[in-house]
């Protein structure tokens, strides 16, 4: 038996971050920035109106009502023409740049809206409604530092400074099969003794959740031949491979029977629960990682979060490769097999102020309503048997959709 954290290193350590490339901004979305990026020109790039009205001279509206004459238009787009000389003012809309003299702007709503003249009916604050060149980004400044994640609000900036592709770490393609004679697709019939497929669905969820671009094979029968065909072909749009079932003890293991004689994947006896068998290794000319889970669908998805969430976001190149993990206190009291860690499925909710954590489901590896109904994982140590009701216990948030 190994623990957790020895299994978990030696991914960490044969998973790398993808190598960078330069993408457009929408292929950006949701990958890591491999570069710093700094704007090369200021935001705003000029001084310009925050609302419709007129661009005045504030040493000329000292006094309200103040009649200016109004010696034109300045839309957004071009830059004016005009000067604002003393006592003339030009009608300005939001985002046109600052005429030249002028140095305020009154809201259209402080005036009569007069055309050739206008009468502003407050007096202005000097510099009022005017956006600063570089007030928000100066030129030169780091706007986006390497290592982030690229969000909407994200390439957005990128664009606003004019970056039209950005050096990223690709998302990391990962193929997810599911092992099974037992397994039916979802919509078709069942026969007596078969069940639905349900893992290699979760799996490539959680997969596109932790920010990769999934591959659902599906179910691939207990047979070594075709699980070897199958994994063969899938190896060229892999950068990661996920299966499910087969790798405990049973006469029908073919994963584990497969795999184990190639050499290069290990199958080992994990020192936790759920999910105690787990194998892990590289297979291919390329050396692709591959993930052999168990295929009680629990075991499954809580390894997902324990081994292959971090070795994603590692390829993804996130600073953060681990969940958050909050101190919370026990409603119930919560049990473990003493000698393991236990990933309990709970309920993380706030009362007073404080986090609570209910239990949600048993501890049983097939239960997955309650796994849906979890949004954390309550981790009780290995040394640990018990937390009572009202003790304090670290959790995993999951934060996924639907929790
Ligand atoms: P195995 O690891 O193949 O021995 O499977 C362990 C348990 O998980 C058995 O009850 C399987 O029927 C169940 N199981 C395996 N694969 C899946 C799957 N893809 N979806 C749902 N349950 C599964
Ligand atoms: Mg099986």
Redesign the pocket.
């Known amino acids: 038996m190994r623990s957790v954290d020895e299994h978990l290193a030696e991914v960490l350590q044969v998973v790398q971050p993808l190598a960078p490339l330069e993408v457009g901004l929408l292929d950006a979305h949701g990958c890591t920035l491999a570069e710093d990026v700094v704007a090369a020109m200021p935001l705003p790039g000029f001084d310009n109106s925050a609302m419709d009205g007129y661009a005045v001279r504030a040493a000329d509206v000292t006094q309200a009502p103040t009649v200016l004459h109004v010696v034109g238009d300045v839309p957004a787009g071009p830059a004016s023409p005009l000067r604002v000389q003393q006592g003339l003012c030009v009608r300005i809309m939001t985002g046109a740049m600052l005429p030249p003299g002028a140095d305020t702007v009154v809201p259209v709503e402080h005036t009569d809206g007069g055309i050739a003249q206008v009468r502003i009916d407050q007096v202005p604050r000097p510099g009022q409604h005017v956006r600063r060149a570089g007030e928000d980004v100066q030129a030169g400044e780091t706007v986006l530092a390497n290592g982030s994640v690229l969000g909407a609000a994200q390439i957005g900036l990128a664009a606003a400074v004019g970056r039209a592709r950005l050096f990223v770490r690709p998302k990391p393609r990962v193929v997810v099969l ?3 004679d ?2 039916v697709e979802p919509g078709r019939p069942l026969l007596p003794g078969q ?6 669905v979760a799996l490539t969820a959680a997969c596109t959740e932790a920010g990769a671009q999934a591959y659902r094979v599906g ?1 691939v029968q207990d047979d070594g031949r075709r699980l070897l065909d199958t994994l063969e072909d899938q190896l060229v749009r892999a950068d990661l491979l996920v299966t ?5 003890v ?1 006469a029908y ?1 073919v994963v584990k029977e497969v795999l184990s004689r190639l050499g290069t994947v290990g199958f080992h006896k994990v020192a936790m629960q759920p999910g105690m ?1 787990q194998g892990f290794g590289v297979i291919g000319p390329d050396r692709t990682p591959v993930f052999g889970l ?4 629990v075991s ?1 998805l809580v390894s997902f979060e324990v081994f292959v969430r971090p070795a994603l976001r590692r390829m993804l190149g996130a600073a953060q490769v681990h969940r958050p993990v909050v101190s919370a206190v026990a409603a119930e009291t919560l049990r473990s097999p003493v000698g393991k860690r236990s990933y309990l499925r709970v309920r993380l909710e706030v009362r007073d102020g404080a986090y609570v954590v209910t239990p949600v489901s048993g501890p049983g590896s ?1 239960l997955v309503a309650g796994l849906a109904r979890a949004n954390a994982l309550a981790v009780l140590p290995e040394a640990v048997d018990e937390v009572a009701a009202g003790s304090p216990v670290q959790v995993m948030v999951l934060e996924r959709r639907g929790s």
């Open positions: 599911a092992t099974g037992e397994l069940i639905y497929d349900s893992n290699s179910i499910s079932g087969g790798v405990s049973g293991d068998p168990p295929g009680n669908p499954a097939h």
